[in-house]
């Protein structure tokens, strides 16, 4: 029988087999995510995050964009985002953000959700044509507003 040198199991694609053989960041990550639960009268860690994200402190929220980056990182932490609801359609609302920085967050938080690997299985088709097109729109997007000009009296 064959035995595997350390290098070649290393090597495997495989995912881990359970949360504690994960990488430790990961692990982390995944712990403190959980334990906002029990800080916040049993809500969902991302509900808390939403709130915290619609304060109109931009600290505070570029703070939340990082954690949510990091979230979406991780194929638990984008199914749990597209699982909360209004998350993600507070992330597609360009008018949410007022700051270069937080367009610019909102967007590489998209970015990282659409390039995932699993995002065609967490997203329904409607929600990943919708994260794409925001993509593919870029991080500053504004639409154009044509409007009619009525002439004004006494200009001819």
Do not use: C
Request: no cysteine; hydrophobic share 40%.
């Amino acid at each position: 029988m064959e035995s595997k040198s350390p290098e070649s199991k290393s090597a495997s694609s495989d995912p881990p087999a359970s949360p504690s053989a994960a990488p430790s960041s990961t692990r982390l990550l995944r712990h403190f995510f959980s334990q906002l639960i029990s800080y916040n009268n049993g809500r969902q860690p991302l509900q808390v995050l939403l709130v915290l994200a619609k304060q109109p402190f931009e600290d505070m929220r570029e703070a939340v964009w990082k954690l949510v980056r990091a979230l979406v990182a991780q194929t638990w932490g984008l199914r749990t985002v597209v699982a909360t609801a209004g998350f993600l359609e507070y992330l597609l609302d360009r008018k949410t953000e007022f700051h270069v920085s937080g367009s610019q967050a909102k967007f590489d938080i998209l970015r990282a959700v659409d390039a995932h690997p699993r995002s065609k299985e967490l997203l329904s088709p409607a929600q990943r044509a919708q994260v794409h097109e925001y993509v593919r729109q870029g991080a500053h997007y504004s639409p154009l507003h044509v409007g009619v000009m009525a002439p004004v009296s006494g200009f001819k």
